[in-house]
């Protein structure tokens, strides 16, 4: 069993910064994670990617985001982390955090991220 728990969200306003963090636990992750990455879904709206890093720690960045938002992953904790600076009205959302384990991917139950103007 592998299990993310993310951590970090939470109500802000415009222009402030938050971090998230999705922490990997399990039998699975002593196999080794691959990439992480994290989608955001808002209301009425698809899941989206936001950002991704690989185990080589290239990144990956929705257009969206990019100059606000940094990614990053400390291998020996196997936690994630998404720096979110800047924040705005529309990237209010839920933020999952997903890990690939040997090609399976493995989701996060989500944490809520509220951005006021």
């Known amino acids: 069993q592998v299990q993310l728990v993310e951590s970090g969200g939470g109500l802000v306003q415009a222009g402030g910064s938050l971090r998230l963090s999705c922490a990997v636990s399990?039998?699975?992750?002593?196999?080794?994670?691959?990439?992480m990455g994290w989608y955001r879904q808002a209301p009425g709206k698809q899941r989206e990617l936001v950002a991704s890093?690989?185990?080589?720690?290239?990144?990956n960045y929705a257009d969206s985001v990019k100059g606000r938002f940094t990614i990053s992953r400390d291998n020996a904790k196997k936690t994630g982390y998404l720096q979110m600076n800047s924040l705005k009205p529309e990237d209010t959302a839920v933020y999952y955090c997903?890990?690939?384990?040997?090609?399976?991917?493995?989701w996060g139950q989500g944490t809520q991220v509220t951005v006021s103007s």
């Open positions: 997903i890990a690939d384990l040997l090609g399976i991917g493995y």
């Open positions: 399990g039998r699975g992750s002593i196999f080794g994670i691959r990439t």
């Open positions: 890093i690989t185990n080589g720690g290239s990144t």
